[in-house]
């Protein structure tokens, strides 16, 4: 299983970025039951969770993004999407997509990049 992370890049405070995480050699049934998340990790400091997708369907956002990110899937193309509103400086991290919890896959990372 290889998780590929697309989407990132530089934008401006008040922008927007679509993250895009494609999950190759994973079968439907194992992309569907497995719960979703993002992280972010910005230099000095701990990896966070910014968004979970539970396999119900239930989502969790850190307070931090709560109003500005949106998790969803979409399980025919096995992705993963982190939709970013309203960007702020204080975002800037390497975000990571995860499928499965903390213990199972991981992508790369990408880095976004918000200017003030």
């Known amino acids: 299983v290889r998780l590929v992370e697309s989407g990132g890049g530089l934008v401006q405070a008040g922008g927007s970025l679509t993250l895009s995480c494609k999950a190759s050699?994973?079968?439907?049934?194992?992309?569907?039951?497995?719960?979703k998340a993002w992280y972010r990790q910005s230099p000095g400091k701990q990896r966070e969770m910014v968004a979970l997708?539970?396999?119900?369907?239930?989502?969790e956002y850190a307070d931090s993004v709560l109003g500005r990110f949106t998790i969803s899937r979409d399980n025919a193309k096995r992705t993963v999407s982190l939709q970013m509103n309203n960007l702020k400086p204080e975002d800037t991290a390497v975000y990571y997509c995860?499928?499965?919890?903390?213990?199972?896959?991981w992508g790369q990372g990408t880095q976004i990049t918000v200017s003030s």
């Open positions: 995860n499928i499965g919890g903390p213990s199972q896959f």
């Open positions: 050699g994973m079968i439907l049934s194992e992309f569907w039951r497995h719960d």
């Open positions: 997708l539970t396999n119900s369907g239930s989502t």
